[in-house]
């Protein structure tokens, strides 16, 4: 998608390389004894049993977004667990890397995953699924779907509201541009149902984050 001319997937990964750093450690301060922190845990914590209720004790897990790659280091310490951090940004991989070395991570495109069919026990999205376009989100959820095995567990979270924008100074770091799409709950269902999969749970958090509603959804490959 094109906004004045420029494609708004490329600003938004220029930007997070730009801001990567300074990004990375505020979200270090955000989920670090807070509430916020806790929340996600909490996720992560629901996402890896509901998987291993279904497939025992080995299993592959793809962090998609991964960011700074804190998600991803939790996953791993699960016993059983193989977890791979995937980011489109470079800056923000360079941070992973720092912070946790013996992490797997990769630099690619979620609308192009570079991986076997039927490979990943789950998928994890944090923080990235409204970056992109809602032209291209069902090409997303596409290569999710092909990526999961079988009745595999597909978790991210969504902003809520109607718009998709160009945001020249986001709330949860302002100073450079990144894109947003903002979803209602009934039109993500539809979107995931037409996709290939099957609502598990939706859970909203339980407070505004900068100002934002923020939803969680948990969803299987059907």
Known sequence: MK???FDVTEITRNTYDLIASGYSQKIKDLVSDTWVGKFEKSLLDKFL????KTRGDTLKILDIGCG???????????????AIGLDYSEGMLSEANKAFPEIHFVR????N???PENYFAGVWANGCIYHVPKYD???VFSEVRRVLKPY??????????????????????????????????????ELIVQ???KTIETLPYPEDIFGEKISHLWVSKS
């Not at 049993?49 to 291993?52: A, D, E, G, L, V």
């Not at 280091?73 to 667990?81: C, E, I, N, P, T």
């Open 3 to 5: 906004q004045n001319g």
């Open 108 to 111: 690619m495109d979620m609308r």
């Open 68 to 82: 700074y790659g804190k998600d991803t280091f939790y996953l791993s310490q699960r016993k059983g667990v193989t």
């Open 195 to 197: 996709s290939g999969f």
């Open 49 to 52: 049993n509901i998987i291993t």
């Open 137 to 139: 989100i069902k090409l």
């Open 152 to 189: 595999g567990i597909f978790s991210f979270n969504f902003k809520l509201g109607n718009i998709e924008q160009m945001e020249q100074n986001p709330k949860s770091y302002g100073g450079k541009p990144r894109f947003y799409s903002y979803y209602q709950i009934k039109e993500i269902t």
């Open 113 to 115: 995953l570079l991986f």
